[in-house]
């Protein structure tokens, strides 16, 4: 089965991640990265989870809560970050990390659920909740209990390409993402962010679809051929 391809703003919108392991970590980097608030909610807290939020930007409560201070968010550089793979430093205030057993009401005023835990069963159970509820749910390595999957995607600011295989092989898509990395660069990012700057412009000043469209193509033409962003 295909999936349809949909792209989502996650921008500030709830997300619960159940299980605290390397895979709910990842999940976690993947949420913050694209704005999500993200709750992690387990028993066990792995190092690298643990690390986003009490790595001096974050507090414990008395119920084994983890948020981070906000005043004390300034860590590595946002390049250092994505070289590490790492969330931007501001993505520091929107983690809350609860060191306790999952409880059905944690899945109330969520938009999104990722199931990450070692207990299939488990697994099952949530994502049945959640379906009901029409709350959308991926449990992890588990396709049918999945309302949604994730691909295997690149991202280089808001430029984003994304690779499904409809969950039928994870190293073809990764195969996909290698090959597209030759041309989504971090240029192309940054040229897609000035395009955005000038679209608005662009589109006050000519009247027809096709003024613009030939515009805009010759501002991205020109903007490959001599490897550099104009100035606005």
Known sequence: MAYFPMFVDMTERECLIVGGGNVAYRKVIVMLDFGAKVTVVAENICDELRKL???????????????????????DSDAANKENN?????????????????DRKDCNGMEMVIVATDDNALNHEIAEYCKANGIMVNAVDQKADCSFIFPSYIKEKNLVAAFSSGGNSPVLTQYLKGKEKEILTPFLGELNEYMGQIREKVIAQYDTQAERKRVFKEILCAAIDNGRIPEI
């Open 53 to 75: 939020t009490i790595d001096d930007i974050a507090s414990e409560d008395k119920t084994g809560s983890y948020t981070a201070n906000k005043e004390n968010n300034q860590t």
């Open 86 to 102: 790492k969330p931007d430093s501001d993505a520091a205030d929107r983690i809350t990390i609860i060191k306790r057993r999952f």
